[in-house]
Protein backbone atom coordinates (compact mmCIF):
# COMPACT_ATOMS: atom_id res chain seq x y z
CA UNK A 1 0.00 0.00 0.00
CA UNK A 2 2.65 2.41 0.75
CA UNK A 3 4.60 2.50 -2.52
CA UNK A 4 1.56 2.25 -4.30
CA UNK A 5 0.37 5.91 -2.64
CA UNK A 6 3.90 6.72 -2.82
CA UNK A 7 3.84 6.27 -6.37
CA UNK A 8 -0.01 7.99 -7.16
CA UNK A 9 1.58 10.96 -5.03
CA UNK A 10 4.40 11.27 -7.61
CA UNK A 11 1.66 10.77 -10.55
CA UNK A 12 -0.02 13.64 -8.92
CA UNK A 13 2.92 16.06 -8.45
CA UNK A 14 4.04 15.07 -12.04
CA UNK A 15 1.21 15.79 -13.94
CA UNK A 16 -0.34 13.77 -16.86
CA UNK A 17 -2.76 10.95 -16.96
CA UNK A 18 -5.92 13.44 -16.78
CA UNK A 19 -4.08 16.87 -17.76
CA UNK A 20 -1.61 18.43 -18.84
CA UNK A 21 1.67 18.38 -17.07
CA UNK A 22 3.86 21.42 -16.24
CA UNK A 23 6.07 21.59 -19.13
CA UNK A 24 3.65 20.76 -21.38
CA UNK A 25 1.91 23.65 -20.70
CA UNK A 26 4.89 25.88 -20.88
CA UNK A 27 6.74 24.39 -24.05
CA UNK A 28 7.13 26.93 -26.56
CA UNK A 29 5.85 29.79 -24.48
CA UNK A 30 5.79 32.64 -27.04
CA UNK A 31 8.08 35.13 -24.77
CA UNK A 32 6.47 37.86 -25.97
CA UNK A 33 3.52 36.71 -24.36
CA UNK A 34 4.75 36.02 -21.05
CA UNK A 35 2.96 39.31 -19.44
CA UNK A 36 -0.16 39.26 -21.57
CA UNK A 37 -3.20 38.55 -20.58
CA UNK A 38 -6.26 37.42 -21.43
CA UNK A 39 -9.87 39.37 -21.96
CA UNK A 40 -11.12 39.72 -18.53
CA UNK A 41 -8.37 37.68 -16.77
CA UNK A 42 -6.33 40.14 -14.36
CA UNK A 43 -3.37 38.31 -14.04
CA UNK A 44 -0.93 37.26 -16.75
CA UNK A 45 0.87 34.36 -17.59
CA UNK A 46 4.24 34.77 -15.93
CA UNK A 47 2.14 35.75 -12.50
CA UNK A 48 -0.07 32.79 -12.58
CA UNK A 49 3.02 30.50 -13.09
CA UNK A 50 4.82 32.98 -10.07
CA UNK A 51 1.83 32.58 -7.72
CA UNK A 52 1.96 28.88 -8.51
CA UNK A 53 6.13 28.91 -7.47
CA UNK A 54 5.57 30.74 -4.76
CA UNK A 55 2.34 28.91 -3.11
CA UNK A 56 4.04 25.30 -3.99
CA UNK A 57 7.29 27.22 -2.19
CA UNK A 58 5.32 28.06 0.90
CA UNK A 59 3.88 24.58 1.34
CA UNK A 60 7.89 22.80 0.48
CA UNK A 61 8.92 24.79 3.09
CA UNK A 62 6.25 24.72 5.98
CA UNK A 63 7.01 21.20 5.20
CA UNK A 64 10.24 20.94 6.13
CA UNK A 65 11.18 24.04 8.09
CA UNK A 66 9.38 24.17 11.56
CA UNK A 67 10.45 28.09 11.45
CA UNK A 68 9.25 28.87 8.29
CA UNK A 69 6.66 31.77 7.80
CA UNK A 70 4.23 31.34 4.97
CA UNK A 71 4.05 35.58 3.49
CA UNK A 72 1.00 37.16 4.06
CA UNK A 73 -2.30 36.37 2.48
CA UNK A 74 -3.39 36.58 -0.09
CA UNK A 75 -1.06 39.85 -1.10
CA UNK A 76 2.53 37.45 -0.37
CA UNK A 77 0.82 34.47 -2.66
CA UNK A 78 0.82 36.79 -6.02
CA UNK A 79 3.15 39.26 -7.51
CA UNK A 80 2.54 43.07 -7.33
CA UNK A 81 -0.60 43.39 -10.31
CA UNK A 82 1.97 45.81 -12.13
CA UNK A 83 5.01 43.60 -12.09
CA UNK A 84 6.24 42.34 -15.28
CA UNK A 85 8.75 39.89 -16.23
CA UNK A 86 11.71 39.41 -18.58
CA UNK A 87 13.15 36.35 -19.86
CA UNK A 88 15.39 36.29 -17.25
CA UNK A 89 12.77 36.53 -14.53
CA UNK A 90 10.64 34.04 -16.63
CA UNK A 91 13.29 31.45 -16.73
CA UNK A 92 13.62 31.91 -12.71
CA UNK A 93 10.18 31.09 -12.05
CA UNK A 94 10.41 28.31 -14.66
CA UNK A 95 13.44 26.93 -12.94
CA UNK A 96 11.96 27.25 -9.63
CA UNK A 97 8.52 26.10 -9.91
CA UNK A 98 10.84 23.03 -11.58
CA UNK A 99 13.15 22.43 -8.72
CA UNK A 100 10.69 22.78 -5.65
CA UNK A 101 8.42 19.83 -7.24
CA UNK A 102 11.32 17.53 -7.58
CA UNK A 103 11.67 18.48 -3.94
CA UNK A 104 8.78 17.35 -3.14
CA UNK A 105 8.53 14.60 -5.37
CA UNK A 106 11.51 13.31 -3.54
CA UNK A 107 10.51 14.01 -0.33
CA UNK A 108 6.94 11.56 -1.52
CA UNK A 109 9.64 8.92 -2.74
CA UNK A 110 11.58 8.62 0.32
CA UNK A 111 10.30 5.74 2.41
CA UNK A 112 11.81 6.79 5.11
CA UNK A 113 9.45 9.61 5.30
CA UNK A 114 6.01 8.86 7.13
CA UNK A 115 3.63 10.95 5.02
CA UNK A 116 0.28 9.96 7.50
CA UNK A 117 2.08 11.07 10.46
CA UNK A 118 2.02 14.46 11.95
CA UNK A 119 3.96 17.33 11.48
CA UNK A 120 6.26 17.67 14.48
CA UNK A 121 5.84 21.48 14.28
CA UNK A 122 1.85 21.50 13.08
CA UNK A 123 0.25 18.60 14.26
CA UNK A 124 -2.78 18.87 12.75
CA UNK A 125 -1.12 18.81 9.37
CA UNK A 126 0.94 15.40 7.82
CA UNK A 127 3.04 15.26 4.15
CA UNK A 128 0.12 14.00 2.96
CA UNK A 129 -2.51 16.30 3.20
CA UNK A 130 0.32 19.10 2.14
CA UNK A 131 0.87 17.22 -1.09
CA UNK A 132 -2.69 17.19 -1.73
CA UNK A 133 -2.78 20.57 -1.50
CA UNK A 134 0.13 21.03 -4.10
CA UNK A 135 -1.31 18.65 -6.82
CA UNK A 136 -4.77 20.29 -6.37
CA UNK A 137 -3.39 23.33 -6.66
CA UNK A 138 -1.28 23.34 -9.17
CA UNK A 139 -3.79 21.15 -11.07
CA UNK A 140 -6.02 23.74 -11.43
CA UNK A 141 -3.73 26.51 -12.22
CA UNK A 142 -2.18 24.19 -15.34
CA UNK A 143 -5.73 23.87 -16.40
CA UNK A 144 -6.23 27.45 -16.00
CA UNK A 145 -3.04 28.34 -18.21
CA UNK A 146 -3.99 25.65 -20.78
CA UNK A 147 -7.44 27.35 -21.34
CA UNK A 148 -5.89 30.84 -21.82
CA UNK A 149 -3.03 29.85 -23.99
CA UNK A 150 -6.09 28.29 -26.39
CA UNK A 151 -8.15 31.36 -26.13
CA UNK A 152 -5.14 33.43 -27.08
CA UNK A 153 -4.15 31.65 -29.54
CA UNK A 154 -0.67 30.92 -28.14
CA UNK A 155 -0.15 26.96 -29.00
CA UNK A 156 2.66 26.05 -31.72
CA UNK A 157 0.78 25.35 -35.24
CA UNK A 158 2.15 21.11 -34.80
CA UNK A 159 0.18 21.51 -31.25
CA UNK A 160 -2.99 23.01 -32.30
CA UNK A 161 -5.00 19.78 -31.80
CA UNK A 162 -4.85 20.77 -28.48
CA UNK A 163 -6.98 23.97 -29.13
CA UNK A 164 -9.47 21.41 -31.10
CA UNK A 165 -8.45 22.67 -34.17
CA UNK A 166 -8.28 20.02 -37.08
Not at 7 to 24: I, P, Q, T, W, Y
Not at 87 to 104: C, N, V
Not at 137 to 149: K, S, T
Request: charged residues 25%; contains cysteine.
Amino acid sequence: MDSMVRRELSVLLKGGNAHMDFDEIVADFPLGHMNGKAPGMPYSFWQIIEHMRIAQRDILEFIRNPAHISPHYPEGYRPDPGDRADKEIWGGTLSGFRSDLKALIDMVQNPAIDLCAPLPHAPDYTVFREILVVGDHNGYHLGELAIVRQVMDLWPADRKYLTGAP
